[in-house]
Each structure stands twice: as structure tokens, then as C-alpha cells.
């Protein structure tokens, strides 16, 4: 099996010496081939909402929609599902977000949002924020603020960085009404550096993921709302990550009060990842725009596919029963509590944050508060070790650069909430053994 593994199967982004045998799921845990009982930290990729076991009821209704039509190309036909899964969604949404589209992935979902905003505006250039990532296809790349997007350059073009409102070098002032005050300036000149009526759109995530989980200061999403009503531009909140109950509200941008994007991308959380799904969620305005010009520029084989739609419609009933939205809101002051007091603990701790189920450390190598490696590097030895280390343990999370991440499945008990953070408290000693005088 191992041989098949290295000899035949592309991974992305890296290419591990050893990967883990996955048998089977239960609740928080993956179990491999070899019984092995592994507590899911991370939720696999931010993705899985309802944890390892499928609830049977998911499982009875895509069973019943592959046996009644398992494929209708979405362009021509419609299937009772797509338009059950419409209405749920236009329900659970706010505002005036009535209006969707299914990709099969957030990527996808961030291409279509990016083709049509140009459309609807007739303009070309699109704003997007460095510290930011909004998946792996060209458009989307090309958004994307962090390192991933080097292979895919020269990109897009008509795509203009801005600068995060909190920058890894650098602070914008002492409070979060100076530092959205800064950012929000220095975006207007930059708009008005690159024509205001020349922009289509402002892409951002509503709270930033992998690059930190950072919530906006306050008054930053709203500013940029703000912005974007002047001139007529798009706002595209990518929710790709942090929509679905992760930040402990229904969506990230929420955490911003009066804020309704004119679009929003989904996937990972709608339907757990239990299939490829992705969605766009457009506000009446620009659907009604497009009814009269129907070409958004977008379209796949497997948009709406029936399956992968009755996944996410049960899903996301159980959701709302089994209310994950506040069981992440419950569990964040546990998870402030264990992250807080591990971090006053352990020197190699920088920082750490969380809002909801969504929460990282930041690790430093010295009491100078220097990371123990920029964003852009491999994981350094160290870091390498302590994940082991964690795995060894019995618990999985993700890590990068100066950076690990505490982002369980939402169906999480504090109890075994609590456990997971035991197993980090135990092993980041090897980080502390790690630091330099």
C-alpha cells in the first residue's frame, strides 16, 4: 500500500514521506487501518462540520436521489432537489441574498463570483487582500493573497492587493477604530490611484483563515461596504472557511452588524465535505440583472449536481436541529479559556486567537517575540516534531510556518474539546525546549 502511495498518487501542496491510513469515522475521530483513534483538530480541511460519522439521514437521502436521478445537466433541467436546497438557503440567508448558484467547489464558486461581478459592472479590475487565500484555480489564485499563488503567476492582471488591516510586520495604531480608520484611508487613495469606476469588485474573506483566523477590526467590513456603495462596486465575501457556524455565527460577516455583501461564496461547511459542493449566493439587484442577461460567464459539468445537493439540504437541516451554530458559540469561551491558559504557560506562545470553533497559536523561537519562521517558509523541525508529536498523542490539526490551528468539528463536546487541548498543553514543550536564549 505504501508503495502505491509514493509511487503513483500526486498530493498537493507538499509531498509527505508518511500519510495515515484512514479506515473509518467516529464522531471527532478518524480511525486508521490499523485502530489507531485520531481526535480530529482541525476539522480535516476547516471542512467537517458534523464530524466523522454520517448521519443516516444523509446517507437515506442521496441513496434516494441517486436512485430516483443521479444527473441532470443544471443548464437545461432542474431537479426538485436544486430547488429545495434554493429555498433553504434563501431562507438561512440575509438580506436580500436570494439568489444561488452551486460549483463543486469554493474555488469555483470564487470563479464564478469574479466573472460575474465584470459582467454586471462592465468593468474589469477587482481588489483583493494580501494575507488571504480564495482557492486553487487561476481566478481564484489570483486573489489570493499569501504564497500559493506564486506557481500560478503571472495571473490576472487587472487584480489589485491591498493591504490587510493587520498586517504581519506592522500595526495600523493602539485600537481597532485607528487601525480600521488607517486601512480604510489608504484603500480609498488606492482606489482612486486605480480609477474608482474602473473597479469591478472587493473580494474578501470575512474572517481571514489559514492565514491567522483574523477577525476585522470593528467598523472594517462595513467601511469597505461602505466603499463599495460609493462607486459602485461589488462586495464579494468569501465564506468559504468561516460560513456555516465555524466563527459561532451562521456566517463571518455577521460579526459586522448592517453588512450584506452583494455576493457570497460558500463550500466546506454547507454540506460538511461529505461531497465536492460549492455555492454562490448573489443579492436581488444583480440576479435580476443577469435574468434579463443570462450569461454569468460560468458553468460546469457538475454545477447542482442532484447527489451532491441532497447532501448539503440534510445536512444543513441537521445543522439547525442539532443547532452546531451554538454549540460554536457555547465552546468559545472554553476554547479562549484552554488557548489563554496554555499560551500564559508556554513561552514558545506568541498569541493566540479564536471566535466560535475557529482558532490558531502563533509560535515565536525567542522571548523577543520573533516567529519561529516567516509564513512562507516549510515547517520548520521543530514545528515538524511537535506535530508528531500530537499525532502520536492521538490528535490531528494542521500546521504551517509559525502557525497550528484549533479548528474541531462543530458537533464537539467541551469535554472533548478539552481533552484536544490537554494533548497540545502536554507536547508544545518541545517548542518551549526549542527556543533560542
Excluded at 18 to 46: C, L, R
Excluded at 300 to 315: D, F, I, M, Q
Aim: net charge negative; with cysteine.
Amino acid at each position: 500500500m505504501d508503495k502505491v502511495v509514493q509511487d503513483n498518487m500526486l498530493f498537493t501542496w507538499a509531498w509527505p514521506k508518511t500519510v495515515p491510513h484512514i479506515s473509518h469515522g467516529e464522531g471527532v475521530y478518524m480511525v486508521t487501518t490499523d485502530g489507531k483513534k485520531i481526535m480530529d483538530f482541525n476539522s480535516q480541511a476547516m471542512c467537517s462540520h458534523h464530524g466523522h460519522t454520517m448521519d443516516p439521514r444523509i446517507i437515506q437521502r442521496v441513496v434516494k436521489q441517486m436512485e430516483e436521478i443521479a444527473y441532470v445537466y443544471p443548464g437545461v433541467g432542474v431537479t426538485p432537489i436544486r430547488v429545495q436546497l434554493t429555498a433553504l438557503l434563501r431562507d438561512m440567508f440575509p438580506g436580500d441574498l436570494n439568489t444561488f448558484t452551486f460549483p463543486s467547489s469554493g474555488a469555483e464558486a470564487v470563479e464564478a463570483a469574479l466573472r460575474a461581478a465584470r459582467i454586471y459592472t462592465g468593468r474589469h479590475k477587482v481588489f483583493s487582500s494580501y494575507r488571504s487565500y480564495h482557492g486553487g484555480t487561476l481566478g481564484a489564485m489570483a486573489v489570493t493573497g499569501d504564497q500559493r499563488r506564486w506557481t500560478s503567476e503571472p495571473g490576472d492582471p487587472s487584480v489589485v492587493k491591498m493591504m490587510p488591516p493587520q498586517p504581519y510586520s506592522l500595526s495600523w495604531g493602539e485600537t481597532e477604530e485607528e487601525i480600521t480608520s488607517k486601512c480604510l484611508t489608504l484603500l480609498k487613495e488606492q482606489l482612486m490611484y486605480e480609477g474608482p469606476t474602473r473597479v469591478a469588485a472587493i473580494i474578501v474573506e470575512s474572517v481571514v483563515g489559514t492565514n491567522g483566523v483574523v477577525k476585522p477590526p470593528a467598523g472594517y467590513l462595513e467601511g469597505v461596504r461602505a466603499l463599495c456603495d460609493e462607486y459602485g462596486i461589488v462586495m464579494i465575501c468569501d465564506e468559504v472557511m468561516a460560513g456555516f457556524g465555524r466563527t459561532g455565527k451562521l456566517f463571518g460577516f455577521m460579526h459586522s452588524p448592517g453588512v450584506v455583501p452583494d455576493m457570497v461564496t460558500f463550500a466546506k461547511g454547507v454540506n460538511g465535505a461529505y461531497l465536492p459542493l460549492g455555492g454562490l449566493a448573489l443579492r436581488d439587484p444583480i440576479a435580476d440583472f443577469f435574468r434579463k442577461n443570462p450569461n454569468t460567464g460560468y458553468g460546469s459539468t457538475y454545477n447542482a449536481h442532484p447527489a451532491v445537493l441532497a447532501s448539503a439540504h440534510e445536512a444543513l437541516l441537521l445543522l439547525m436541529e442539532k443547532d452546531l451554530v451554538g454549540n460554536a458559540k457555547r465552546l468559545e469561551p472554553v476554547m479562549i479559556e484552554c488557548m489563554e491558559a496554555i499560551a500564559a504557560k508556554h513561552p514558545s506562545v506568541k498569541q493566540c486567537r479564536a471566535m466560535g470553533l475557529f482558532g490558531i497559536f502563533d509560535i515565536q523561537k525567542n522571548r523577543k517575540g520573533d516567529f519561529i519562521a516567516d509564513v512562507i517558509d516549510p515547517l520548520p523541525p521543530a514545528m515538524a516534531a511537535f506535530k508528531k508529536a500530537l499525532y502520536d498523542d492521538g490528535l490531528f490539526t494542521l500546521a504551517r510556518g509559525h502557525v497550528f490551528y484549533t479548528n474541531p468539528p462543530l458537533v464537539i463536546t467541551e469535554e472533548e474539546l478539552r481533552w484536544g487541548f490537554s494533548i497540545i498543553d502536554k507536547n508544545l514543550t518541545i517548542l518551549d525546549e526549542a527556543m533560542e536564549d
